[in-house]
């Protein structure tokens, strides 16, 4: 085996994702979570793709074709794999069913299943010079079947990409959904975004590689890590965060409000009712407030006075919330100007100085900072 500097990368990369493996496995807390399942068959797969990786460039005989899965599409697991993950945190209540084995299909018929009961199903230039080969000008004798699997090959990164957006997606009625029952937006959301993005930026490298090679005809060794090497920043999110995540629960009903018993004049009423409690208890200033916990105040349902909120106030029940908190904020800047920001967002209900100063130039048009500033020399 050669140890250049790139086999040297990989290696960690593998020996990080047998670290992540070991953890999951050794913690019984990690094990239960169902959403940590999904992500125990990502770092194997990710694993399963860098060994794939070493014994093809190191010219190591693995008397397995499973094994060299990307020759036949078994990028098309991942898709799947990362769609599951991201229902699990969106639904508590979603399970796995047999439905559920749709998404396999692909899967299984172009790597397990055709394979193993069609003999020599690519060729030997296609394992010493990649699948696309059949693509390039040279003359050559190609089966229907190995042009299949060149196409295959291409069709299984299109397949990943239409997952990763469906996630994409997904994220997007889930942070909507955190938002009309929470008050504060936690980091974890930003580093479930970064997650599907690293895959986007890993399935990016492979569109470039495989540019390359189509349009260029320019074949470089070292070309190949462009989309092997971002694994690595992967496994680094797993590892740094995504797996001791306690994802906040969401109303997962859909349908708005169109059974409420709630008429317009209920909404006018409530919604004077639900200002003035939350104005006199100030209840904005507990970072951890929730839609239920204002529910319990008018004694309503959930569905009830986010629908007030909505209808009324034209906000969501984050948005609502952080009005007041920003009106609350100013007021001390007023009165204490000399106070640092992270001080003031404390005070005013925050949980971190960004949020603060997200929602600050949300409402005001303008900086805390900058506000400060024009107050001290007004």
Do not use: C
């Amino acid at each position: 085996m050669n140890f250049d500097i790139w086999s040297i990368l990989i290696f960690i990369i593998i020996f990080q994702g047998l670290f992540l493996l070991s953890i999951l496995l050794m913690s019984s807390k990690r094990r239960m979570k169902r959403e940590n399942k999904y992500l125990f068959s990502l770092i194997l797969i990710l694993m399963w793709f860098l060994f794939e990786f070493l014994a093809i460039r190191n010219t190591i005989n693995i008397k397995l074709n499973v094994f060299y899965g990307t020759r036949y599409g078994s990028w098309m697991l991942l898709g799947p794999i990362t769609f599951f993950y991201f229902k699990t945190i969106i639904n508590a209540n979603w399970r796995f069913t047999k439905k559920e084995l749709l998404h396999f299909l692909p899967f299984i018929a172009s790597v397990i299943i055709i394979p193993l009961f069609t003999m020599e199903t690519i060729n030997s230039r296609q394992v010493h010079y990649g699948m696309l080969s059949v693509f390039d000008h040279r003359e050559k004798i190609i089966s229907p079947l190995q042009y299949m699997y060149s196409v295959i090959f291409v069709l299984q990164f299109i397949h990943l990409g239409y997952y990763l957006f469906k996630n994409l997606s997904i994220l997007k009625i889930y942070t909507l959904k955190l938002q009309s029952e929470y008050a504060t937006i936690d980091r974890q959301v930003k580093w479930l975004r970064g997650f599907n993005i690293t895959l986007l930026f890993v399935l990016l490298f492979s569109a470039i590689f495989l540019y390359v090679l189509l349009v260029t005809d320019i074949y470089r060794r070292y070309l190949d890590y462009i989309y092997v090497l971002p694994i690595g920043v992967l496994f680094y999110l797993i590892s740094y965060y995504l797996m001791d995540i306690a994802w906040k629960p969401v109303e997962t009903k859909n349908g708005k409000y169109a059974g409420s018993s709630l008429n317009s004049d209920d909404i006018v009423s409530y919604a004077t009712q639900l200002d003035d409690l939350v104005r006199k208890e100030k209840s904005y200033m507990n970072p951890e407030i929730r839609l239920k916990d204002l529910a319990q105040m008018i004694k309503l349902s959930n569905h009830q006075v986010s629908q007030i909120i909505n209808q009324h106030f034209q906000l969501s029940f984050f948005d609502y919330i952080n009005r007041y908190r920003i009106l609350e904020a100013k007021k001390i800047i007023e009165e204490n100007p000399e106070l640092t920001l992270l001080e003031v967002a404390f005070d005013a209900g925050f949980s971190n100085k960004t949020s603060f100063v997200n929602a600050f130039k949300k409402f005001e048009k303008t900086t805390p900072s900058k506000y400060r500033e024009a107050i001290i020399y007004s």
